[in-house]
């Protein structure tokens, strides 16, 4: 048995060995991706795209619950249009594909598939809005968007994804920066009580936002290897699209008004981040709420009189409340290769039901989480797996949350800031300047980046631990994704 | 009051007067869809869709349910790739878009966007394939395709649209033919049952058949003005895309063999279908199973004490028993605009509630399919809204029925045909000697296709009603969109 049990771990490298490597081989393993043919491009495995399954039924429920409705623009964008707004334009024209023939003939006008699509959709909101009446718009669409990468991993770096981008206006500036702030919020929500991820949630630097914004928000998450994953955007994108596309609208006064505008996303990236910040040298270990498989019973025994019978008997009451959960009975396989193989995909509790349990009327429960293992009687069974899958929860939140906290570090000075970030790298807070060539400077020196101006803002001095220029904010700072 | 009506209507062209132009008015009025500034594609606005929500989760489910897994591949697709399957490469790379620069760099092999998936998924289940005890691949994916289409018809015929596409790879002949015609019959399932629309279920002649396909299934549906719809397609693919993409497998005696490959795809052309068969000179009418809003409740005289509080009320009980309702308490607008637009909007059944309804404890419920208005009591009026729906689905389904049903002719001759299908078109059923050069003498010299061999044939005669041959098959026929 021991042995069967290293098949599946030899064949993952060790994190602390070769991280990359180790995300890699996970992926892999537990067959959520694999290559495609066309360079950078992924194919999403139903074990990996159930997990986006379950990301979307969450998130498309908070946008409607906020006053949201879905719906669908063109995949390719004129080029005039792309060019439209100067900032947006220079950010996103070095990395789109370009449509140049439709069937046998050659475009007027090349079209780009869309790498967001705030052109686009702004193009057809300038056609729609006449009156105050009619604001907010309030829309989001799920799509696929490509953005050429040169160096691509999957999930985290992809030249496709798959994401949501809502597109709003509003009558006011007020109004904007609260819908943006909204969504960063339901954004913070969903990776804490779905993903068990803490976040850090703060504003972009000018440097990081995004092309074309007049503010980007942001939640950063830590992986286990001390780099953060920028893990979904908000921008209050003020007017500048409105101005550039010709938005207006008549205003309450009569006269002819711009409107506010937001825009936000979050993408399959954050299947990334799940792996990242959960997994461990045996593989997967996922949050039970975005879990594919929340539950694997396996019948130990099976042909024994009975034991099917109590297996099957348990997967009902389970599913009555709503658990996903799977019945393996695959008689080609030993229950301890199953026990392997679930534990690598990283299912949250499995449930083992023999001939001894059943005269005991128990299950034995393990947790993936923290391989506690004890007998559950099977009086009240369901409720209290559907406690427990809770409890994982919290305590995968707790432990990940007590992750990043132990990676986070203050510093006294750049030297001090270096070696740190070499020797423990993870989330450094110091002062700084909030001047852009600071910024950069550091970029170079280190390859680390400001990852945020946290809302919570601690003072741990009054100059720029980099250049010695008085300080400006508090800032997160780290390697990343 | 009754010029208010006329508001609405007199914007929509009378269907016996312009089909075309009625169906043009009706989306547009309807904020289903809007032109984009790309040729060909469409943007699909919140109220259209919803209705492609309401079909996804429903056909979701029952996809589910029969074993399959969704997942995701590549936008785009290698040449070299497409061109693999002879027939599939002569019936698609005529109209597809292709990408031939990434970022600044022009690629060394140009990709499509795929118009439909075969060939990348192919590719990937010749790597993935190794042994009998992997099959069935029972896999689907939601995305969207392009196929560069002269002439567009928003939801009809569009150069971009949403669709599923399920491949599935079996191990036997039988098992995919059984797999090919159990998705077929999931999509007539969801025609009936979701868009209250009948279907004609049959196989496609060689000719009107999908570009690599061993067969192609169908469901049609005939539209008010007597032409069909082919709604849905199910393919037995055989195993020429198995040998093409070199996807093979060992066998239960050892031997190396090809998988039997299926594949199945529905649209948002379904969308215009509904719009087609139900819609009338005022407006859409929506089935109420796939309406996204399904009751609207309007408060007459809503200043007077008491009428909002019980519309909320209503609104309420209603909600808990999973209906989607909208309760219109705009005060900008009469109730008599209300009634009008939400008519316009195809809503099933409309409640209208004022303090007379109030204290005769009733609320007045009109239907939309059939104008009929009455008084129900408010005690259990959640239930009795309820049921009234199923009944709405139901006679909705009967009229469309009758309605296909009026339209469907026999005939005696060729020329009989002509005259019939000229005059009073829609489908006609006859005998056919099976040959393409009678089908496509039929299509040349009256535009007229063979819709379908219906697995429901009838013994019309033994000569072929166009060419004189000896008959081989009835047929259905009509011209289409």
């Known amino acids: 048995m021991a042995k069967k049990n290293n ?55 908070r946008f409607k619950e906020t006053g949201h409705e879905n719906c669908y623009f063109p995949l390719l964008i004129p080029e005039s249009l792309l060019n439209k707004e100067k900032e947006h334009v220079e950010g996103f024209a070095p990395e789109v594909a370009w449509v140049t023939h439709g069937g046998e003939n050659k475009l007027a006008e090349r079209l780009c598939i869309r790498p967001t699509s705030e052109t686009i959709i702004c193009e057809m909101y300038s056609k729609w809005l006449t009156s105050y009446r009619e604001l907010p718009y309030l829309y989001n669409q799920w799509c696929s968007v490509v953005r050429w990468e040169k160096a691509t991993r999957p999930f985290l770096r992809t030249s496709e994804f798959l994401w949501q981008e809502g597109h709003t206006l509003h009558e ?15 954004y913070k929500d969903m990776a804490e009580n779905l993903l068990a991820i803490p976040m850090i949630v703060g504003k972009k630097s000018e440097k990081e936002k995004f092309a074309g914004a007049e503010a980007t928000y942001t939640i950063e998450a830590l992986m286990h290897d001390g780099k953060a994953l920028q893990s979904g955007t908000s921008h209050n994108l003020a007017q500048h699209f409105a101005k550039a596309f010709d938005i207006n609208f008549q205003g309450r006064t009569g006269e002819i008004e711009y409107p506010f505008h937001t825009s936000w996303g979050v993408s399959t990236r954050l299947i990334g981040g799940v792996i990242m910040v959960h997994g461990d040298n045996r593989g997967l270990v996922l949050p039970p709420f975005v879990a594919p498989i929340q539950v694997v019973i396996i019948p130990i025994a099976q042909k024994k009189e009975g034991v099917l019978e109590k297996a099957n008997e348990i997967k009902k009451e389970l599913e009555v409340l709503g658990i996903r959960v799977k019945l393996d009975d695959n008689a080609n396989y030993s229950a301890g290769w199953k026990f392997n193989q679930y534990e690598m995909k990283g299912v949250p509790l499995r449930i083992e039901i023999g001939p001894r349990d059943i005269s005991n009327n128990v299950a034995m429960v393990a947790r993936r989480d923290n391989f506690e293992k004890e007998p559950i009687s099977l009086e009240g069974f369901g409720n209290t797996v559907k406690e427990l899958l809770q409890t994982v929860h919290n305590d995968m939140l707790t432990k990940a949350t007590r992750m990043r906290d132990e990676k986070t570090f203050t510093f006294t000075d750049y030297e001090d800031f270096k070696v740190k970030m070499e020797e423990t790298p993870g989330f450094a807070k110091g002062m700084w300047c909030g001047e852009r060539e600071c910024e950069e400077k550091i970029k170079d020196e280190t390859g680390v980046s400001i990852r945020c101006i946290p809302f919570e803002e601690e003072n741990l001095g009054s100059v720029c631990q980099f250049c010695g220029k008085p300080a400006k904010y508090m800032v997160y700072l780290a390697k990343s994704y």
């Open 172 to 186: 006011t500036k007020e109004e904007a920066e609260k819908e943006t702030l909204q969504m960063l919020n339901v």
């Open 7 to 61: 098949d599946f771990v030899k064949d993952i490298t060790k994190m602390e060995d070769d991280f990359p490597q180790w995300y890699t081989d996970v992926i892999k393993k537990t067959d959520m991706v694999d290559y495609s043919p066309v360079k950078g491009f992924m194919v999403i495995k139903p074990y990996g795209y159930a997990i986006w399954e379950n990301i979307q039924s969450f998130l498309d429920k």
